[in-house]
């Protein structure tokens, strides 16, 4: 089958959960192709729901990861995506309150990450919702508005670390026609 194995599955094995960065920016150009990647995942009814708040004000970045331990990492990262859902907008247009904006906006952030190392940089899914400390910090810091929740953060940047990639499918979490 390795020659199933083709470029694009490559990259999405070789996706790493990096924290630590180099302190040079991301191109312009790559954060506008990760923003397209973001918007390019699918959303349920196709509600579309997510904003994406681009973070690359290092003073703002150095607030934020001083604020809240969980966020250190974004004291070196150059550069972070939050994923962001009006959520109370949401509910009421789409008649959705089962929090299916929660997998839209995973989608959203997992395309991101994925386009991240195509592009030759790392990255790492920082949680947000449902983590109080971490809420209030984001919040109030990117001015979200009443209503609204993040998701998580794409922290992202060229990493300092070098991980194995992804291998192979754990035959015990598979199963077939049944669990
Ligand atoms: C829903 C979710 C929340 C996560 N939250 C955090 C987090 O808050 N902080 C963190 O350092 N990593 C976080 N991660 C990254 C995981 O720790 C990481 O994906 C996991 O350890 C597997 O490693 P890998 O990404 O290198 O394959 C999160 C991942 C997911 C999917």
């Given at each position: ?110 395309n991101i990450l994925i386009a991240a190392r195509t592009l030759g940089l790392e990255g790492c899914w920082l949680q947000v919702l449902n983590r109080s400390e971490r809420e209030e910090v984001a919040l109030s810091a990117l001015n979200i508005p009443n209503g609204a929740k993040i998701l998580a ?27």
């Amino acid at each position: 089958m390795d020659n199933l194995h083709n470029e694009t599955v490559g990259f999405i094995l070789a996706r790493r959960s990096v924290r630590s960065f180099e302190p040079r920016g991301v191109e312009p150009e790559k954060v506008s192709i990760l923003l397209e990647c973001g918007f390019a995942a699918p959303s349920s009814k196709n509600s579309q729901p997510c904003h994406l708040i681009v973070i690359d004000d290092k003073e703002l970045l150095r607030k934020m990861g001083n604020s809240v331990e969980q966020f250190r990492m974004l004291t070196e990262a150059p550069l972070a995506i939050a994923v962001a859902v009006d959520v109370e907008n949401y509910e009421r247009v789409h008649k959705m309150t089962d929090g299916t904006w929660i997998e839209d906006a995973s989608a959203t952030i997992e395309n991101i990450l994925i386009a991240a190392r195509t592009l030759g940089l790392e990255g790492c899914w920082l949680q947000v919702l449902n983590r109080s400390e971490r809420e209030e910090v984001a919040l109030s810091a990117l001015n979200i508005p009443n209503g609204a929740k993040i998701l998580a953060l794409a922290v992202l940047g060229y990493g300092k670390e070098h991980k194995s990639k992804h291998k192979g499918a754990p035959e015990e979490r598979v199963h077939k026609n049944a669990w």
